[in-house]
């Protein structure tokens, strides 16, 4: 297996990146990245892995899917009891991947964390499917849960409970990263990929560097 692992690799070709191909706003780059993932069907092209750490430096990861752009922030949502949002809590820094390996590019934006406004959080929460909205409310995320069937039991409880108006959980809600670098990575032949960073210089001012692949 180990040989098989070994042996596997791509040839990346399918594109070039140069600094004159860069918008100055990597909002505005990033925005036509996710256009160029969203055309090629990359499947869930707002899927990202979000990094956190505990206030000790122990690192954790998961996927999340990203639900908007806000103000220069970008808004994800969880269970506020969940181990990303109590290590967001002690350490409000993350990290958000987007790994769009099918157009051979990546992107990931470093920043500081906070909570969304409660009204957003109100307004996403009920544009979700009621299943969803049921979720919400029946998982203590994060938490050892006893068995499937415990899960399923609590999702209809909430069912019951609420019918089809299930309000937003005080425990459930928005975060907003922003983000103090964006990095741009797109996949060359012979390892030699083109990266690019943007740093934040002012509020509204970014520096832009070619990194070494
Ligand atoms: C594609 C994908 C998207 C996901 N989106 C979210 C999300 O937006 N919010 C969320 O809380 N969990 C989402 N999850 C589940 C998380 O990956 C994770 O299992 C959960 O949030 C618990 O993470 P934690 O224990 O590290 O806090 C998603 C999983 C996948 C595979």
Wanted: net charge negative; aromatic share 12%; hydrophobic share 30%.
């Amino acid at each position: 297996m180990s040989d098989d692992l070994s042996q596997m690799r791509e040839d990346y070709s399918l594109g070039s990146f140069r600094r004159t191909d860069l918008d100055e706003c990597p909002l505005e780059q990033f925005s036509k990245w996710m256009n160029d993932a969203n055309s090629a069907k990359i499947i869930e092209p707002n899927a990202c892995t979000l990094v956190t750490s505990s206030i000790s430096a122990t690192p954790s990861t998961r996927s999340i899917l990203l639900k908007g752009i806000e103000n220069g922030h970008f808004l994800f949502f969880t269970n506020f009891g969940s181990r990303k949002a109590r290590e967001l809590k002690e350490n409000p820094q993350g990290v958000l991947h987007f790994p769009w390996w099918g157009i051979q590019r990546q992107v990931t934006v470093e920043g500081s964390v906070d909570l969304l406004d409660e009204e957003s959080s109100e307004e996403y929460f009920h544009s979700r499917p009621l299943e969803s909205r049921l979720g919400a409310w029946a998982s203590r995320q994060s938490e050892v849960v006893e068995s499937r069937e415990s899960l399923e039991n609590a999702f209809e409880e909430m069912a019951a409970r609420f019918g089809e108006n299930p309000p937003k959980p005080p425990f459930w809600g928005g975060f907003r990263l922003q983000p103090m670098t964006m990095e741009f990575w797109q996949g060359r032949t012979g390892r030699l990929h083109d990266r690019f960073r943007y740093s934040r210089t002012t509020e509204n001012e970014w520096k832009i560097d070619r990194l070494s692949p």
